[in-house]
């Protein structure tokens, strides 16, 4: 009678434990490969575009953006060509789907065709690491590998993290877009200098500039700058820039326009335009005093802005040049 009530003690607790086994969550794959199973559950696949409406003929930047959500480590192997892992899905405004060009996607003077996979340093590397929160991102050019035609289209993205097995992410997001037609070059001129003709000088440039800082309007600073040339007036991402292929420089420069637009840590207080100076026909200097303070941080800077104007075209803030003024 005791080995009985034994055994109906011992099935009772199994009973009570089974459907907990049954609905546990398998952490590894078949073949015991828990990284199969940590990139399903855990990466994320977004696109981003800067702008939604182009030119007939101009460059398509699409950005494949995979993010680490999960809480462990995930090891991505991406296949070569990266066209194999990066993949996108093109509908029409009808619906229908784009097929590829072939002709276009081995376009000889595609930045990513050149470039191997590479981790979070930009080193080359067949395996990609990317922590908790971590984020790779690789820039694909939609018109080098479709025939666009003017009209609205529907472009989600496929990523294919692992050579090694049969795994195919979609993303979350789906991009709209418009091609326009390019109008007449005739018109586009015209209104190109009737532009010029109605924009401000140099020194009005630099006004605006300082005054949209001061007014906490941010946002405005790409307005009034030539992004791929001041850039180079800060050290901290001058020289990722110089390094990176082109491909990556559009990373560094988005980033750099993100710094930009979130303001300075010591807010401009006052400034004084001093003087403009014409370097040449095209360049100009103009000299600012600014006064900056935080707290009981207080100093006053000596900035030379340079300006250039290309022919047909505003000026534009290229660099600048601060020095602290000794009192």
Same mark, same amino acid.
């Given at each position: 009678?005791?080995?009985?009530?034994?055994?109906?003690?011992? #099935?009772?607790?199994?009973?009570?434990?089974?459907?907990?086994?049954?609905?546990?969550?398998?952490?590894?794959?078949?073949?015991?490969?828990?990284?199969?199973?940590?990139?399903?559950?855990?990466?994320?696949?977004?696109?981003?575009?800067?702008?939604?409406?182009?030119?007939?003929?101009? *460059?398509?930047?699409?950005?494949?953006?995979?993010?680490?959500?999960?809480?462990?480590?995930?090891?991505?192997?991406?296949?070569?060509?990266?066209?194999?892992?990066?993949?996108? /899905?093109?509908?029409?405004?009808?619906?229908? =789907?784009?097929?590829?060009? *072939?002709?276009?996607?081995?376009? +000889?003077?595609?930045?990513?065709?050149?470039?191997? *996979?590479?981790?979070?340093?930009?080193?080359?590397?067949? /395996?990609?690491?990317?922590?908790?929160? /971590?984020?790779? =991102?690789?820039?694909?050019?939609?018109?080098?590998?479709?025939?666009?035609?003017?009209?609205?289209?529907?472009?989600?993205?496929?990523?294919? +993290?692992?050579?090694?097995?049969?795994?195919?992410?979609?993303?979350?997001?789906?991009?709209?877009?418009?091609?326009?037609?390019?109008?007449?070059?005739?018109?586009?001129?015209?209104?190109?200098?009737?532009?010029?003709?109605?924009?401000?000088?140099?020194?009005?440039?630099?006004?605006?500039?300082?005054?949209?800082?001061?007014?906490?309007?941010?946002?405005?600073? #790409?307005?009034?700058?030539?992004?791929?040339?001041?850039?180079?007036?800060?050290?901290?991402?001058?020289?990722?820039?110089?390094?990176?292929?082109?491909?990556?420089?559009?990373?560094?420069?988005?980033?750099?326009? /993100?710094?930009?637009?979130?303001? +300075?840590?010591?807010?401009?207080?006052?400034?004084?335009?001093?003087?403009?100076?014409?370097?040449? *026909?095209?360049?100009?200097?103009?000299?600012?005093?600014? #006064?900056?303070?935080?707290?009981?941080?207080?100093?006053?800077?000596?900035?030379?802005?340079?300006?250039?104007?290309? +022919?047909?075209?505003?000026?534009?803030?290229?660099?600048?040049?601060?020095?602290?003024?000794?009192?």
């Amino acid at each position: 009678m005791g080995a009985r009530r034994f055994l109906h003690f011992i #099935l009772m607790l199994l009973a009570g434990f089974l459907p907990t086994l049954l609905m546990a969550e398998v952490d590894t794959d078949a073949r015991g490969d828990r990284n199969v199973n940590d990139v399903n559950r855990n990466i994320k696949v977004n696109l981003w575009l800067e702008k939604t409406v182009f030119k007939e003929d101009e *460059p398509i930047a699409i950005l494949f953006r995979i993010t680490n959500a999960g809480h462990r480590t995930v090891r991505l192997y991406p296949f070569t060509p990266e066209e194999r892992s990066f993949q996108f /899905e093109v509908l029409d405004r009808n619906g229908r =789907e784009l097929g590829d060009d *072939p002709a276009r996607r081995f376009d +000889p003077d595609d930045d990513v065709l050149e470039n191997h *996979p590479v981790d979070l340093a930009g080193d080359r590397t067949r /395996e990609i690491q990317l922590q908790p929160g /971590e984020t790779f =991102e690789r820039r694909l050019y939609l018109d080098r590998h479709y025939d666009l035609k003017p009209g609205e289209y529907r472009v989600s993205g496929l990523f294919l +993290p692992d050579a090694r097995h049969d795994i195919m992410l979609r993303t979350v997001n789906r991009l709209k877009l418009r091609i326009e037609k390019r109008t007449s070059p005739f018109v586009y001129d015209e209104a190109e200098n009737t532009a010029v003709e109605a924009g401000p000088d140099a020194e009005e440039t630099v006004y605006l500039f300082l005054s949209a800082e001061m007014a906490g309007k941010t946002e405005k600073y #790409l307005k009034y700058v030539d992004l791929r040339k001041f850039i180079l007036s800060y050290d901290m991402f001058a020289r990722q820039y110089l390094r990176s292929s082109k491909q990556q420089q559009e990373v560094v420069l988005q980033r750099f326009a /993100e710094y930009l637009k979130s303001g +300075p840590t010591d807010p401009l207080r006052r400034f004084r335009i001093l003087r403009g100076v014409q370097e040449t *026909p095209d360049r100009m200097r103009v000299d600012v005093l600014a #006064l900056r303070s935080s707290g009981s941080y207080r100093v006053e800077y000596m900035y030379n802005y340079y300006l250039d104007r290309a +022919p047909g075209s505003q000026w534009k803030i290229t660099s600048v040049v601060a020095a602290v003024q000794n009192k």
